[in-house]
């Protein structure tokens, strides 16, 4: 494992730019992260930012396709006394069986899969009955303005780095076997948050 002055670059610098940005994501991050427990899978856990909000009795795997943001999640989980199984992963193909979790995290990730709805019907898998699935995401602003904003920067990020700006994961979860607990948006619509329960 990484100690904390061995952090990737890509890490450290990612953490640069979240800082600025979570004083709008932050509530967010307490939002899913505090509807979660039991077994706990996070996907694309990133560099750990939202594992000092996880409850201390949360059993908690976190799977992360870039290694370098994996090794900084593991260095902030063993800094924190947070125990977690880490392991790097494609979100989009999950390597646990079916029903495996009573809760499975994703946050301000969906946007960059190339195929969010795989990943989203993945979650749902290894979610057990009455499984609780919970997402924060950027998605399409609710202000025309800025939804033509968002629609000019994906014509640039989507080909660039797979970024997309205008997806909606509350579509895609309800054409899942879950059932909608709560929704809702802040932030000019930009932000939505989504609890949903396996049937
Ligand atoms: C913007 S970061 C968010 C990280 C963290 N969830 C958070 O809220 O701070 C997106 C993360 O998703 C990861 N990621 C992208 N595609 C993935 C995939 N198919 N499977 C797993 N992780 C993925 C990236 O490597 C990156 O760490």
């Known amino acids: 494992m990484a100690n904390v ?10 953490d640069r730019m979240m800082a600025l940005l979570d004083r709008y994501l932050l ?19 990133g560099t750990g930012l939202n594992l000092a909000y996880y409850r201390d009795d949360v059993r908690l795997t976190a799977l992360e396709l870039d290694p370098g943001m994996l090794d900084v999640a593991a260095v902030k989980a063993a800094a924190a006394d947070r125990p977690a199984t880490m392991l ?34 993945e979650m749902v898998r290894v979610l057990r009955p009455g499984g609780r699935l919970l997402l924060a995401d950027h998605v399409v602003s609710t202000n025309p303005v800025l939804r033509g ?6 014509a640039v990020t989507v080909p660039l780095s ?15 076997p879950v059932a909608v607990v709560e929704s809702d948006r802040l932030h000019h619509g930009i932000v939505e948050r989504v609890h949903a329960r396996r049937g």
């Open 27 to 45: 509530a967010s991050r307490e939002w899913v992260v505090s509807r979660a427990s039991g077994d706990v899978l996070e996907v694309a856990v």
């Open 149 to 154: 904003g968002q629609r000019v920067l994906e």
């Open 162 to 176: 797979d970024e997309h700006f205008t997806r909606r994961p509350l579509m895609v979860v309800e054409r899942m």
């Open 5 to 14: 002055d061995d952090v990737s670059r890509q890490g450290a610098r990612f």
């Open 88 to 121: 790097v992963g494609d979100g989009q193909c999950l390597p646990f069986a079916d029903a495996s979790f009573d809760s499975v995290v994703c946050t301000f990730s969906l946007c960059g899969f190339p195929d969010h709805e795989q990943g989203i019907r």
